[in-house]
């Protein structure tokens, strides 16, 4: 357990890529920042679950990799030397007597701030797993829910089960790199935005819906095997394969923070115009936020975060001016 007695101006929670950009702002706008992050790394889901997929939806930014998006956001937000805490999940707050906050971690630390900004995501993020008996055998052997490598699946026979966003990209990604890729889902329409859904459709994937796995055949924890099951009738096929990416989407959890006492809506935190909870001084950004027309990307996180820090400044500060700030320059940053 550490007491870390030394005050900050504002504590970011959340290290993905809003928290990383917040803590740049935050020191552009000289206020002393920490960021504490959950994972054991920086980068939140886009590092853990999508570091070779391409992100495309950021202006001035044709396509980048999630890995190499991570790398650029985290070397920014270091430019002003943020404290950074990893491994910690912020379980509880308590407003002190002067009116800082004193946050606890679950491994019982403690960190004392003037102001919140949560960045937290949708919380804490885990898999919809496979419910099969047996399955457990197979996970982060021939089993994946999420794709750390591309290259790994090089000349291997793939099964893809879902039908969002990331099994068609998964899909279409694996189509030039895998021997031979099949995607099942159990509905007959698929979730996914649709100009990848007819991308896959018009491509050399092997798509079959309705059906769902109902069996793995393997040794040793490689899969050889999958038999599906469509789900509208009783019909089984059995089809041969090496790998099995699951993408069933995700159960999620706010963890401690959803009993902190701010108004919710749907899991979500409702803020005002300014990023503001229910409760002064702490202020949510991000996915976890909540106000009309919400605008769910990291473009509408990265507007989010500088919002949330100018009106963190000023509630530490209300009698002082708070005046435009731009990084645009003719000096670099640091030296770069």
């Known amino acids: 357990m550490q007491e870390q007695t030394e005050l900050f101006d504002v504590t970011i929670i959340g290290g993905g890529p809003v928290g990383l950009f917040t803590a740049f702002y935050s020191g552009m706008r000289e206020m ?5 992050e959950f994972l054991p790394y920086l980068g939140g889901k886009v590092q853990y679950f999508y570091p070779e997929k391409i992100i495309r939806d950021i202006g001035g930014i044709p396509q980048i990799s999630g890995e190499k998006f991570t790398q650029d956001l985290i070397e920014q937000a270091m ?3 943020p404290s950074i805490v990893l491994g910690e ?3 509880e707050t308590e407003r002190l007597e002067d009116g800082t906050f004193c946050l606890t971690s679950s491994n019982g630390s403690k960190h004392y701030t003037k102001t919140i900004i949560l960045a937290t995501g949708f919380g804490i993020l885990k898999s919809v797993k496979l419910d ?3 399955a457990d055998e197979y996970e982060e052997k021939s089993l994946h829910y999420s794709i750390k490598r591309i290259s790994g699946y090089k000349g291997k026979h793939v099964l893809i089960s879902g039908g969002g966003n990331s099994a068609v ?3 279409n990604q694996l189509e030039d790199i895998a021997e031979k890729v ?13 100009s990848n859904v007819t991308k896959m459709m018009n491509s050399t994937i092997n798509v079959l819906n309705p059906y769902e ?13 999958v038999v599906i099951k469509q789900t509208d009738k009783e019909n089984r096929k059995e089809i041969m394969t ?20 701010m108004e919710m809506k749907d899991g979500t935190i409702l803020v005002d115009d300014s990023m503001a909870t229910s409760i002064p001084g702490i202020f949510a950004i991000g996915d976890i936020s909540n106000y009309p027309s919400k605008l769910n990307l990291i473009a509408g996180g990265f507007n989010e975060g500088p919002i949330a820090v100018n009106q963190a400044k000023r509630y530490i500060a209300p009698k002082q001016p708070l005046t435009h700030l731009y990084s645009t320059n003719y000096e670099a940053f640091n030296g770069q």
Not at 32 to 36: D, H, L, P, R, S
Not at 216 to 224: F, L, S, T, Y
Not at 248 to 260: D, K, R, S, Y
């Open 32 to 36: 002393k920042t920490k960021i504490i």
């Open 79 to 81: 430019t002003f030397e």
């Open 89 to 91: 999940q912020v379980t």
């Open 132 to 134: 099969l008996p047996g």
């Open 169 to 171: 990209d998964w899909a």
């Open 182 to 194: 099949t995607l099942i889902y159990r509905k007959p329409v698929f979730t996914g935005i649709e």
């Open 213 to 225: 796995i109902d069996e793995i055949k393997g040794i040793n924890g490689q899969v050889k095997s």
């Open 242 to 261: 090496d790998n099995i990416i699951v993408n069933h989407g995700f159960q999620i959890t706010l963890g401690p923070i959803a009993e902190w006492g």
